[in-house]
């Protein structure tokens, strides 16, 4: 087989043609180098350097100096290392759902003002919490335990402890903590001091024969505070939800998980962090209590749990717990007299329902009838009744809207982005919790019951107290001073609790108090 013929192909290029010139690099190291360092020069320069030097925002609203104190307890903030779990910024998209908490306000440029917030402290990681408005939301008291252990006041807290820290450093982290939030965090602390002092001074209310709950319904002074914290339909609801096993062990659970800290793992109040607090907490391990409590009804419990008790440590749940949740925890808490907590399984038959003593609805209905809180203001029960000013000292009441103590106690002139703080009014106006309690702590009395005042009910007592110009039972306003001495003991509140449980032995931590 003959090979196949070569055939002559054309130059790619004539062969006179002059050769192709040498490429050369352009983009050498050093051009590299340059490109890149300017480019970063650039971005720095736009995104630090302008606004830095450029950005100057007025103080927003919210915005006050630190004192000395908190400027010291900043310092202890950061040199503690707080600041790489906790940011110091709320933003848009934390008001409606967060990781923790729904939080009240988002920040703002104002509210970075002054040598305090240089350089800022809004963090890089969102690991626990942002603290940047979490002034005025728990007392002092509180913040003792937590900053001792965090597993004190939530037990599935991953947070270090801090108890190696002197005195006073703690009462300046602790001032530097309850700053945060500005003014608003100032009126909230204002209005916590307000309600933990009320709280020690309500327990020493007791004319003669009159200590605690009464069989024939007349309920103690502590009581009937706990019962002006919330709204009036709360205080005899029932647990809309069956007593189930699958209730009950999910309830325990919560309880385990959130509540055992301050309870105790047998639920006598006599938890960890019980030793810091004033008032203690609640202890559920009385039968008594559970079924015939003027304040322990499922409805009252759901709401404490919902919201909270300003002056105590009880904090708000409502923003971490869903509604199904705190009923199931309302359900569990009835069974702990009854070995809820011990048992491997709570059961049904550990369930105590709540009764009250049977003469408690007439105290209700003399106290605050019904009819007060459900009628048109034109009404003919309302006659001679301005709902504006005694009731709520609020001018403007719809006239279509029924006048229900959710008016009175969750005023809705407060500010937008105050938060949820039970049972405050704007500054300056007559606050019918502080009213009532204080009204009780000044006549050494209760209503609707002790003698001479038998027939004294809510409204007779705002109409009281309305009357008075200085400052009693006014929101915005120190009320210790309000208070006979002889129903408050100084030395146990804040800050000088302080001095007497920082760095000492805790009681609740020994194995004869029986917390695992």
């Known amino acids: 087989m003959s090979a196949i013929p070569e055939i002559p192909s054309e130059p790619i290029y004539p062969d006179n043609w002059p050769p192709h010139p040498r490429k050369k690099m352009v983009m050498t190291p050093l051009m590299a180098t340059v490109g890149a360092l300017l480019a970063f020069a650039t971005?720095?320069?736009?995104?630090?350097?302008?606004?830095?030097?450029?950005?100057?925002?007025?103080?927003?609203?919210?915005?006050?100096?630190?004192?000395?104190?908190?400027?010291?307890?900043?310092?202890?903030?950061?040199?503690?290392?707080?600041?790489?779990?906790?940011?110091?910024?709320?933003?848009?998209?934390?008001?409606?759902?967060?990781?923790?908490?729904?939080?009240?306000?988002?920040?703002?440029?104002?509210?970075?003002?002054?040598?305090?917030?240089?350089?800022?402290l809004f963090g890089t990681i969102r690991t626990g919490p942002d603290l940047s408005q979490a002034g005025g939301f728990h007392p002092d008291d509180w913040h003792y335990a937590h900053y001792t252990n965090?597993?004190?006041?939530?037990?599935?807290?991953?947070?270090?402890?801090f108890e190696f820290l002197s005195l006073d450093e703690m009462k300046a982290l602790i001032a530097f903590t309850q700053s945060r939030g500005g003014k608003l965090a100032d009126m909230r602390m204002l209005h916590q001091q307000n309600l933990k002092a009320f709280e020690q001074a309500v327990a020493n209310v007791a004319a003669p024969g009159e200590k605690g709950d009464r069989t024939d319904g007349f309920p103690s002074a502590g009581a009937i505070d706990n019962l002006m914290l919330m709204e009036r339909g709360y205080w005899t609801t029932s647990n809309p939800l069956p007593v189930t096993t699958q209730n009950l062990v999910r309830g325990r659970q919560i309880f385990e998980e959130r509540c055992i800290g301050c309870h105790g793992s047998?639920?006598?109040?006599?938890?960890?962090?019980?030793?810091?607090?004033?008032?203690?907490?609640?202890?559920?391990?009385?039968?008594?209590?559970?079924?015939?409590?003027?304040?322990?009804?499922?409805?009252?419990?759901?709401?404490?749990?919902?919201?909270?008790?300003?002056?105590?440590?009880?904090?708000?749940?409502?923003?971490?717990?869903?509604?199904?949740?705190?009923?199931?925890?309302?359900?569990?808490?009835?069974?702990?007299?009854?070995?809820?907590?011990?048992?491997?399984?709570?059961?049904?038959?550990?369930?105590?329902?709540?009764?009250?003593?049977?003469?408690?609805?007439?105290?209700?209905?003399?106290?605050?009838?019904?009819?007060?809180?459900?009628?048109?203001?034109?009404?003919?029960?309302?006659?001679?009744?301005?709902s504006g000013s005694v009731l709520t000292n609020t001018a403007n009441v719809n006239v279509n809207q029924a006048i229900t103590p959710s008016i009175m106690i969750t005023n809705t002139a407060l500010p937008s982005d105050m938060g949820d703080m039970p049972a405050m009014v704007p500054d300056g106006e007559m606050n019918p919790s502080y009213a009532v309690t204080e009204w009780m702590t000044t006549n050494n009395a209760r209503p609707c019951g002790s003698k001479g005042f038998e027939n004294v009910t809510l409204l007779d007592i705002l109409a009281e107290v309305s009357e008075r110009t200085d400052g009693f039972a006014r929101q915005g306003v120190d009320q210790v001073p309000f208070i006979p001495t002889a129903l408050i003991d100084q030395t146990q509140l804040t800050p000088q609790l302080i001095d007497k449980v920082w760095g000492q032995d805790n009681p609740g931590i020994k194995p004869a108090a029986g917390n695992k």
């Open 150 to 161: 965090a597993r004190y006041t939530t037990p599935i807290s991953i947070m270090p402890s």
């Open 266 to 386: 047998q639920g006598d109040g006599n938890g960890p962090a019980a030793f810091y607090f004033n008032p203690p907490p609640a202890a559920f391990n009385v039968a008594d209590d559970q079924e015939h409590g003027s304040d322990t009804s499922p409805g009252a419990y759901y709401w404490r749990i919902l919201r909270g008790i300003p002056g105590s440590a009880m904090e708000n749940f409502g923003t971490r717990l869903s509604v199904d949740d705190i009923w199931k925890v309302v359900l569990f808490i009835k069974t702990i007299p009854n070995g809820g907590l011990t048992a491997e399984v709570p059961t049904p038959d550990m369930y105590i329902q709540w009764k009250a003593y049977p003469e408690f609805y007439k105290w209700v209905n003399c106290f605050a009838p019904q009819e007060d809180y459900y009628f048109q203001p034109s009404s003919p029960t309302n006659a001679g009744v301005d």
């Open 43 to 120: 971005v720095v320069f736009m995104v630090v350097y302008l606004p830095t030097t450029t950005f100057e925002p007025p103080p927003s609203d919210n915005w006050r100096p630190l004192t000395d104190l908190e400027m010291q307890g900043r310092n202890v903030f950061l040199a503690n290392g707080c600041i790489y779990c906790h940011s110091g910024f709320t933003r848009p998209q934390d008001i409606y759902a967060d990781q923790y908490y729904v939080y009240s306000r988002v920040s703002e440029p104002g509210d970075y003002m002054g040598t305090g917030e240089t350089p800022n």
